[in-house]
């Protein structure tokens, strides 16, 4: 059995806090000095190791030289007391309505979990799985939690069973506690998270009626969220894999390998060539050189005297586990761009508009005066300032929101749109400068 070593990348200071958590907690049992298999402060990092990545626990014990059924009950030590601190719903939104948030989002998820046998009777009167979730096809524990504007969690629910549907869960754990705080806190959520005084999507009614601007701007608002909690996601995604580059190169650097210093992308086409043959047990410097492309500034004899050093077997294994971490992190990153770019299309302002004839899609109105002039969406838009990217447009576009303007009197309706952004933001306070007819000109 081989055994390596891993970075847990989260704060020191959480470490110490839990640690001092679980000192506290067994001088209040009473537990004699010396007589747990692990001290308060290893078992603050076997329980952090496994909230952070959520492997195996009994694997992630052997790693701490503790058994399986002890990895499992320091694991549930930990959680029932991080679980007996938590805030309850009503400190929560007392706590966010001292500090003046400007709004709230409630959203539920599935959380995963191994098989369970408990049954239930579904509406036909079929014998079903409690536990199973149609929405995300496994078991798992419906829970629900309230976040602040900044997506800061500030209270988690109660587990219902995977089969419970979201807006069930929230009407029996958060619309309740809800309802006395919506004057002073309004609540932005989903459509499946509709109730008394809980902002939710609206759709255009039929024929050419527009929506009025307060509903228009909690709709951008809403979608704006949503885009938002994806971009995050994937900047998460992205410092991983930074992380695991990193690392790869660390490893190198203990192989005595140099080969950063020889080429600008280790994990270009050339470098990944070097890093795939090293791993599948090639160590002949000249062979390795030969894999570069001839398009590199290096030299044979440049890449072949970075590529000679002491690459073990051990150095392979590492390094292949952190090449498939950062294929499946790739993988990921690509199906959030599909889908951010897909969200995008859901907040007003962003798609390609014609600023002559106003058609949206990206195309002109027969007799246009811009007939011929490419029509650009906001994140095209964006990207033509230097420095900028489509990735930072996207991020801009769901931090900010996209400006949105309607026929009719841009001037009040602009005002308008500012008093709904400054009620929904406390905080928030606008001013309108007016532009001299000389400078607009100019």
């Given at each position: 059995?081989?055994?390596y070593?891993?970075?847990?990348?989260?704060?020191?200071?959480?470490?110490l806090?839990?640690?001092?958590?679980?000192r506290?907690?067994?001088?209040?049992?009473?537990t004699?000095?010396g007589?747990?298999?692990?001290s308060?402060?290893?078992?603050?990092?076997?329980?952090?190791a496994?909230?952070?990545?959520?492997?195996d626990v009994?694997r992630?014990?052997?790693?701490f030289?503790?058994?399986?059924?002890?990895a499992?009950?320091?694991?549930?030590?930990?959680?029932?007391l991080?679980?007996a601190?938590?805030p309850?719903?009503?400190?929560?939104?007392?706590?966010?309505?001292e500090?003046?948030?400007?709004?709230?989002i409630?959203?539920?998820?599935?959380?995963?979990?191994?098989?369970c046998?408990?049954?239930?009777?579904?509406?036909?009167?079929?014998?079903?799985?409690?536990?199973?979730?149609?929405?995300a096809?496994?078991?798992?524990?419906n829970?629900?939690?309230?976040f602040a504007?900044?997506?800061?969690?500030?209270?988690?629910?109660?587990?219902?069973p995977?089969?419970?549907?979201?807006?069930?869960?929230?009407?029996e754990?958060?619309?309740?506690?809800?309802?006395?705080?919506?004057k002073?806190?309004?609540?932005?959520?989903?459509?499946?998270?509709?109730?008394?005084?809980?902002?939710?999507?609206?759709?255009r009614?039929?024929g050419?009626?527009?929506?009025?601007?307060n509903?228009?701007?909690?709709?951008?608002?809403l979608?704006?969220?949503?885009?938002?909690?994806?971009?995050?996601?994937?900047?998460?995604l992205?410092?991983d894999?930074v992380?695991?580059?990193?690392?790869?190169?660390?490893?190198?650097?203990?192989a005595?390998?140099?080969?950063?210093?020889?080429?600008s992308?280790?994990f270009?086409?050339?470098g990944?060539?070097?890093?795939?043959?090293?791993?599948?047990g090639?160590r002949?410097?000249?062979?390795?050189?030969?894999?570069?492309?001839?398009?590199?500034?290096?030299?044979?004899?440049?890449?072949?005297s970075?590529?000679?050093?002491?690459?073990?077997?051990?150095?392979?294994?590492?390094?292949a586990t952190?090449l498939?971490?950062?294929?499946?992190i790739?993988d990921?990153?690509?199906?959030?761009?599909?889908?951010i770019e897909?969200?995008?299309?859901?907040?007003?302002?962003?798609a390609p508009?014609?600023?002559s004839?106003?058609?949206?899609g990206?195309?002109?109105?027969p007799?246009?005066?811009s007939?011929?002039?490419p029509?650009?969406?906001?994140?095209?838009?964006?990207?033509e300032?230097?420095?900028?990217?489509?990735c930072?447009?996207?991020?801009?576009?769901?931090?900010?929101?996209?400006?949105?303007?309607?026929?009719g009197?841009?001037?009040?309706q602009?005002?308008?749109?500012?008093r709904?952004?400054?009620?929904?933001n406390p905080?928030?306070k606008?001013?309108?400068?007016?532009?001299?007819?000389?400078?607009?000109?100019?």
């Open positions: 059995m081989l055994s070593r891993v970075i847990l990348d989260v704060p020191t200071e959480l470490a806090y839990l640690a001092r958590l679980l506290e907690r067994r001088r209040e049992i009473g004699p000095r007589t747990r298999a692990l308060c402060w290893r078992q603050a990092v076997f329980a952090l496994w909230f952070r990545d959520r492997p009994a992630l014990g052997k790693g030289g503790i058994s399986q059924a002890t499992y009950r320091y694991l549930a030590e930990v959680i029932d991080l679980a601190r938590a309850s719903l009503r400190q929560a939104l007392e706590k966010a309505k500090q003046g948030l400007a709004y709230l409630p959203d539920g998820k599935i959380v995963a979990s191994d098989r046998t408990e049954k239930s009777t579904s509406r036909k009167g079929k014998q079903i799985d409690r536990w199973y979730s149609g929405k096809h496994g078991f798992g524990g829970i629900q939690a309230l504007p900044s997506g800061v969690p500030l209270w988690v629910s109660d587990v219902l995977g089969g419970a549907h979201d807006i069930t869960a929230a009407r754990h958060v619309l309740p506690g809800l309802r006395s705080y919506l002073d806190l309004p609540v932005l959520a989903d459509s499946e998270g509709a109730g008394i005084g809980v902002h939710v999507p609206v759709k009614p039929p050419s009626r527009e929506l009025d601007l509903t228009r701007t909690r709709n951008m608002l979608a704006s969220l949503r885009c938002r909690s994806l971009t995050r996601t994937r900047s998460r992205v410092q894999q992380r695991h580059q990193n690392r790869v190169e660390k490893i190198l650097e203990d005595l390998l140099k080969i950063s210093v020889v080429i992308d280790l270009g086409a050339s990944r060539r070097f890093l795939d043959a090293l791993v599948a090639e002949s410097p000249a062979a390795l050189a030969a894999l570069g492309d001839r398009r590199l500034r290096a030299t044979r004899q440049q890449l072949a970075a590529l000679t050093g002491r690459f073990r077997e051990v150095h392979a294994f590492e390094i952190h498939r971490l950062i294929d499946t790739n990921e990153i690509a199906r959030l761009d599909a889908r897909q969200q995008l299309t859901s907040i007003p302002g962003v508009a014609c600023g004839c106003g058609l949206i990206g195309g002109h109105s007799g246009c005066a007939d011929g002039t029509v650009l969406g906001l994140p095209e838009r964006l990207d300032i230097t420095g900028v990217g489509v930072n447009a996207q991020v801009l576009i769901a931090e900010l929101g996209a400006g949105y303007y309607s026929s009197n841009p001037q009040r602009t005002r308008s749109r500012i709904e952004l400054e009620r929904l905080g928030m606008v001013t309108l400068t007016p532009i001299e007819p000389a400078t607009a000109a100019a």
